[in-house]
């Protein structure tokens, strides 16, 4: 069986953390900063991020960050979670583990008593658009450095 888990990344997993960015197309790389460089905004940004490796069992293939800080979303919508980083490897993409480890992070903010679970991305192609209003993300109709801002309601 598949099981899905968030791990920290630590002194034993970090390099194979990093090394899931090299597999991504260009297009792809694009869409979504390296995990090394998300690693460092996360150190820079203690308080409120929190960075973790998708886990398939005992090994990481992917990895995603949100972000604790809510300041910029409308009062309306808040308090809100806010993802800011989020990938699945190539070997293991289109096999179900994004929408599982969406699910998982919807279920994480519904536990935590959010309102609305945000994310902007990347507008050239279809993907990741297509993923998360599939998804059943609501394009908030703004935009946020070049990134479309969308939300799903919890
Ligand atoms: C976006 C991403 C996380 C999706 O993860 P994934 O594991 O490939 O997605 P899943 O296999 O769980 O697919 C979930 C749904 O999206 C759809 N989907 C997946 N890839 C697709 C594609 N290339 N085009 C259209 N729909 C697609 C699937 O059909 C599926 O729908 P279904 O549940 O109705 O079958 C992954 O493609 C990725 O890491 N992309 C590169 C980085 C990126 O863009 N990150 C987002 C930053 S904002």
New binding site residues.
């Given amino acids: 069986m598949s099981t899905l888990t968030f791990v920290t990344v630590n002194n034993e997993n970090y390099q194979k953390v990093f090394d899931l960015s090299m597999t991504?197309s260009e297009e792809?790389k694009r869409?979504?900063a390296s995990n090394e460089r998300s690693l460092a905004q996360a150190y820079v940004n203690i308080d409120v991020a929190w960075p973790r490796a998708i886990y398939l069992n005992d090994f990481p293939i992917?990895f995603v960050m949100l972000s604790y800080d809510d300041e910029d979303i409308p009062e309306k919508d808040r308090p809100a979670l806010y993802?800011w980083?989020?990938?699945?490897?190539k070997d293991?993409?289109?096999?179900?583990?994004?929408?599982?480890?969406?699910e998982m992070l919807i279920a994480k903010a519904r536990e935590e008593g959010f309102k609305t679970f945000y994310?902007?991305?990347?507008m050239t192609g279809?993907?990741?658009y297509?993923?998360?209003i599939?998804?059943g993300f609501i394009d908030t109709g703004t935009v946020d450095e070049d990134?479309e801002v969308l939300k799903f309601v919890l």
């Fill in positions: 991504l792809q869409c979504v992917g993802l980083r989020f990938m699945i490897a293991y993409q289109a096999q179900g583990y994004g929408k599982m480890a969406m994310t902007s991305c990347d279809p993907m990741p297509q993923f998360y599939k998804y990134e």
